[in-house]
């Protein structure tokens, strides 16, 4: 069965720093992937999404993801954070009309 | 394109009653809909996935007489919870999904409290 392990809870950094958050993945074969962000008492907005391709996913508000096979991972990344971007991060494998959702990352950005 | 909404965004009830959740694709059709349920500070866990015009399918431990899904068509799925108790209180999200895209488009979620 397909799986999502984000490994770290809470992530704190300081504005203007940059940002990785990490995702790692089970799965048969080459899913999709997607990073969300989730504000609070929010629905979920996605940042990206990886089908196919390059494997180097840009997305909105600055963010970007690189999906590596060799390490089964799709690691969240922006060069620096604005205080706007605290919120909760979600990694998402899809496949076969599924989704499985990790358990989220939570940033936290320092002034 | 592909906005989802959900109504209401917040709901109060009684324990006892039932409450009915709709979530409606605005400019899209919508094949496959998806009712996720989240804790606080928890990921989004499925719950139940339709299609239109089929039964819903559930997840596992997610008991289909009290959490009653209804995929009439194809810009509309409800989701009623049946004798409504507190530990049902919980933010709901939807999700529909457009053909074979495997993207899913997501609902703002819904807020419900269980008095």
């Known amino acids: 069965a397909q799986s999502v392990t984000q490994p770290d809870i809470h992530i704190t950094v300081s504005e203007g720093a940059s940002l990785e958050l990490r995702c790692n993945y089970s799965y048969g074969a080459t899913p999709y992937l997607f990073w969300y962000v989730q504000s609070p008492g929010q629905g979920l907005q996605l940042l990206l999404k990886y089908f196919s391709g390059d494997t180097l996913v840009q997305g909105i508000k600055g963010f970007e993801a690189e999906f590596k096979r060799s390490q089964s991972s799709f690691n969240l990344r922006k060069p620096s954070v604005h205080w706007s971007d605290a919120a909760e991060y979600f990694c998402?494998?899809?496949?076969?009309?599924?989704?499985?959702f990790g358990a989220g990352t939570r940033l936290t950005v320092k002034p | 394109g592909a906005v989802v909404s959900q109504h209401p965004s917040r709901v109060i009830c009684k324990s006892g009653t039932s409450v009915k959740i709709e979530c409606r694709s605005l400019d899209f059709q919508a094949t496959t809909m998806f009712w996720y349920r989240q804790f606080p500070k928890q990921s989004l866990m499925l719950m139940a996935t339709s299609n239109e015009g089929s039964k819903a399918t559930y997840e596992q431990g997610v008991e289909k007489d009290k959490f009653l899904i209804n995929h009439a068509s194809l810009t509309l799925s409800t989701l009623t919870v049946t004798s409504a108790h507190p530990e049902d209180s919980s933010f709901y999200i939807c999700?529909?999904?457009?053909?074979?895209?495997?993207?899913?488009?997501f609902g703002p979620g819904t807020r419900l409290t269980v008095t």
């Open positions: 998402a494998v899809g496949a076969n009309n599924d989704m499985r």
């Open positions: 999700s529909a999904q457009q053909g074979l895209n495997y993207e899913q488009y």
